[in-house]
T-cell receptor, first 110, second 113 residues
């Protein structure tokens, strides 16, 4: 079963635009993480936000977490062609069984 | 700094054959994981090792076995491969559990015919 579900499943934007991806989950969590996966490669960690945090920034990335709605969003500002990838949210309900969603495929057109 | 190294990168098996996927990390991490990734389903946890000497089942352990050989290495074995095990397999490691970021290998693309 998947805890995190991303929305939309796919997103196509022009270079320079902002991209917003959403993640919803079902049970309480210790933290939520976002990962990026380029085609044919492994996942790369982007950012971790803990359950007692509401917003976190890293470069052009902004992540929000709303534990009352069990949802998170990832905003990529001023997107570039190199941002084309799949983005996954991963939730940690405690312990070692981090659960990944199905991902959002982002395509940034140059 | 290699990070997480998986071998092989590609493999084709016939139904019923066995094979072992190897994984090694050089970051002195305590926890290691095996995931499979199928189209449209994200990553699903097969087995994990919280620390050296321990292994536990994840979400989809049937048909697989694992060995935490030492702190660096965590192998995944398919005893009798089935077409349903056609997938991309990822090994990952983290300092301790899900509270820290995970580092992933490049994946093994396995096809069972």
């Amino acid at each position: 079963s998947q805890q995190g579900e991303e929305d939309p499943q796919a997103l196509s934007i022009q270079e320079g635009e902002n991209a917003t991806m959403n993640c919803s989950y079902k049970t309480s969590i210790n933290n939520l993480q976002w990962y990026r996966q380029n085609s044919g490669r492994g996942l790369v960690h982007l950012i971790l936000i803990r359950s007692n945090e509401r917003e976190k920034h890293s470069g052009r990335l902004r992540v929000t977490l709303d534990t009352s709605k069990k949802s998170s969003s990832l905003l990529i500002t001023a997107s570039r062609a190199a941002d084309t990838a799949s983005y996954f949210c991963a939730t940690d309900p405690g312990g070692f069984k981090t659960i990944f969603g199905a991902g959002t495929r982002l395509f940034v057109k140059a | 700094n290699a990070g997480v190294t998986q071998t092989p990168k590609f493999q084709v098996l016939k139904t019923g054959q066995s094979m072992t996927l190897q994984c090694a990390q050089d970051m002195n991490h305590n926890s290691m994981y095996w995931y499979r990734q199928d189209p449209g389903m994200g990553l699903r946890l097969i087995y994990y090792s919280a620390s050296e000497g321990t292994t536990d089942k994840g979400e989809v352990p049937n048909g697989y076995n694992v060995s935490r050989l030492n702190k660096r290495e965590f192998s995944l074995r398919l005893e009798s491969a089935a077409p349903s095990q056609t997938s991309v397999y990822f090994c990952a490691s983290s300092e301790v559990g899900g509270d820290t970021e995970a580092f992933f290998g490049q994946g093994t693309r396995l096809t069972v015919v």
